[in-house]
Antibody, heavy 124, light 111 residues
Framework: QEQLVQSGAEVKKPGASVKVSCQASGYNFMDYYIHWVRQAPGQGLEWVAF????????KTAQRFQGRVTVTWDISINTVYMELSSLRSDDTAVYFCARDESSMLFPGGNWFAPWGQGTLVTVSS | DILMTQSPLSLPVTPGEPASISCRSS???????????LDWYLQKPGQPPQLLIYLASSRASGVPDRFSGSGSGTDFTLKIRRVEAEDVGVYYC?????????FGQGTKLKI
């Protein structure tokens, strides 16, 4: 069964950093891009970044550039997203999602499956 | 950035009746390869989103055939032929044509 399992909830103070992990199983980790999407409480979805574990191809939304770092560890099929200089409006659930189009239709950008989400709370 | 606008934002429906959600983009999502880079997701309460439709009209694996997507360019529609109780949640369209990939505001379907 193809799935993504994310790390647990985090509480951070303003100005700190947080690192969320996303471990893949049930498929060839190297073959698919992973995207990060966040959802503030009661709000909609916002795309953050993507990474290819195979090529290292990566991109971050302009508004997060300089604050988001996406890395990966092939040995444990895991992608990480680190967000620095946290602010209260970074409080959100952060999802990782596999780009299902990666193998059959590269660049198609449709996401399945998704991780269960990680709540990051930024509060003093 | 490409702005995605959904309507309605709230959609009360009766089980067994059809439902329709509209999504408009501020730029054409029709790529030179002939495909529209538009996806639909459903987020059920307390769950992550799940893919319903990709490339505007292709149903994702395991999605019931009562769900269908149509449209091209800047105007797209998600239709549910006969709504069931399990279809409750928030529906999002997303453009995958260019970064930053952007989502509509969401349409809350309630029974």
């Amino acid at each position: 069964q193809e799935q993504l399992v994310q790390s647990g909830a985090e509480v951070k103070k303003p100005g700190a950093s947080v690192k969320v992990s996303c471990q893949a199983s049930g498929y060839n980790f190297m073959d698919y891009y992973i995207h990060w999407v966040r959802q503030a409480p009661g709000q909609g979805l916002e795309w953050v970044a993507f990474i290819s574990p195979k090529s290292g191809d990566a991109k971050t939304a302009q508004r997060f550039q300089g604050r988001v770092t996406v890395t990966w560890d092939i040995s444990i099929n895991t992608v990480y997203m680190e967000l620095s200089s946290l602010r209260s409006d970074d409080t959100a659930v952060y999802f990782c999602a596999r780009d299902e189009s990666s193998m059959l239709f590269p660049g198609g950008n449709w996401f399945a499956p998704w991780g269960q989400g990680t709540l990051v709370t930024v509060s003093s | 950035d490409i702005l995605m606008t959904q309507s309605p934002l709230s959609l009360p429906v009766t089980p067994g009746e059809p439902a329709s959600i509209s999504c408009r983009s501020s730029q054409s999502l029709l790529n030179s390869d002939g495909y529209n880079y538009l996806d639909w997701y459903l987020q059920k309460p307390g769950q992550p989103p799940q893919l319903l439709i990709y490339l505007a009209s292709s149903r994702a694996s395991g999605v019931p055939d009562r769900f269908s997507g149509s449209g091209s360019g800047t105007d797209f529609t998600l239709k549910i032929r006969r709504v069931e109780a399990e279809d409750v949640g928030v529906y999002y369209c997303m453009q995958g044509l260019q970064t930053p990939y952007t989502f509509g505001q969401g349409t809350k379907l309630k029974i």
